[in-house]
């Protein structure tokens, strides 16, 4: 059964240390297990907005039900009290076994502890075959879409090498869930029976899920939780705002909408960290801007606020790196201790040569951020350069 939200709670996880509401579980549970941390590519449709039919509507359910699968049990535990150091493989990485040992097996080497694959997409595909209502309902499995039996074994072949599985999934701009999830979609202002768009359809425009909706929240957690059930051990948040512009829409009239944009979405943030609990953490992606305190308009504010456990701005390859770590590092100070995020900036690593990407590493850590993401769409990273 999907879980009730309890509105105006708050994490009681955060800590002064960002692993120490990790150590205490250890200490409890009498082993160690940590997270790892991913973010990724920011995209963003700024086209006009129009609403149509919705000819694919269905009726939603009112709740979502998680998979009874059991995590596997963990391979060698990492240490991430060093730092996190994580990247990120694309599922058709995830196909050959033998070939995925082999990268595992190299990434271990060159000191990384987490690794993150894609289980939802920004157009709300899912790359796996979850069991919940609503994504039973909404249908947007891939074609080959891993089982969760299949899901299990990735996870534990990966924690096997010494590294943490950590999930990526795109929240709120998903184009499949809307057009089927009546509550839990943002409509067009005075007729809640259609989809509104971020812009034309046949221009690229999509629907989006509602961030004050609890059915939309609901989705998404089940689907976190399912996967944690499954065995990952961190779960890497991209999406979690709003559209760019919201000409013509309406976000319901639920009690929700009489909360700021990001008092809304720091409450999602709240609600999964609460019912992931300690051993799989939220890590939240957002634009480097953002971070900066600048064009933070469909977040409402700045995300490094928003109570995550760990925070990954985005940040290109080709921008002063050290200075914008230092500075958003500096911006994390001034946050109330208890809520402060672990910085891992997510670093954009396409088509990096070995020299290339330990430079990348290098200015990450002069600007003091022990932990990091490297992501590259393509999966390839020269890790006996890292190593060497």
């Known amino acids: 059964m999907g879980q009730k939200l309890h509105r105006g ?10 692993f120490l509401r990790i150590a205490g579980t250890c200490l409890v549970a009498a082993a160690i297990v940590a997270t790892g941390f ?14 149509q039919p919705n000819n694919d509507e269905q009726t939603s359910a009112t709740s979502a039900t998680t998979t009874t699968t059991t995590a596997p049990a963990p391979g060698p535990a990492t240490t991430l009290t060093d730092g996190m150091r994580a990247f990120y493989l694309p599922t058709d990485a995830l196909a050959d076994s033998a070939n995925l040992a082999g990268t595992l097996q190299s990434a271990a080497k060159a000191g990384f502890n987490a690794v993150v694959v894609e289980m939802k997409d920004n157009t709300g595909a899912l790359y796996y075959q979850s069991a919940t209502e609503r994504a039973q309902q909404v249908g947007s499995f891939v074609e080959g879409a891993l089982t969760g039996e ?41 007729n809640s029976s259609w989809v509104w768009y971020d ?3 046949g221009n690229g425009g999509q629907a989006w899920l509602n961030p004050y909706a609890d059915a939309a929240h609901l989705y998404l957690i089940d689907l976190a939780r399912e996967l944690k059930a499954m065995g990952a051990q961190g779960i890497l948040l991209d999406g979690v705002q709003f559209p760019a512009q919201t000409s013509g829409a309406s976000f319901g009239s639920s009690s929700n909408v009489n909360m700021s944009r990001s008092e809304i979405l720091t409450t999602f943030v709240d609600e999964m960290e609460n019912l992931l609990g300690d051993t799989c953490p939220v890590i939240l992606a957002c634009t480097a801007d953002s971070a900066l305190g600048e064009k933070t308009q469909v977040y409402g504010g700045n995300p490094l606020t928003f109570h995550a456990t760990v925070a990954a701005p985005i940040i290109g390859a080709q921008q002063d790196i050290a200075t914008y770590v230092r500075q958003m590092a500096t ?20 088509s990096l040569d070995g020299h290339a990407l330990k430079a990348l590493l290098k200015a990450c850590r002069d600007g003091g951020a022990a932990s990091y993401i490297l992501y590259a769409p393509s999966g390839a990273y020269d890790f006996a350069a890292v190593n060497g």
């Open 199 to 201: 812009g034309k359809p």
């Open 38 to 51: 991913f973010g990724a590519k920011y995209l963003l449709n700024t086209a006009p907005s129009v609403s």
């Open 150 to 190: 299949q899901v299990g074994q990735l996870f534990a072949q990966i924690r096997q090498a010494g590294l943490r599985p950590i999930v990526r999934m795109y929240a709120f701009k998903d184009n499949a869930a809307a057009r089927v999830l009546a509550d839990a979609r943002i409509t067009p202002a005075g």
């Open 331 to 350: 911006r994390i100070k001034v946050i109330e201790k208890e809520q402060q995020p672990l910085l891992a900036p997510l670093l954009q690593a396409e």
């Open 9 to 18: 709670r708050r994490s009681v996880f955060k800590r002064r240390n960002p």
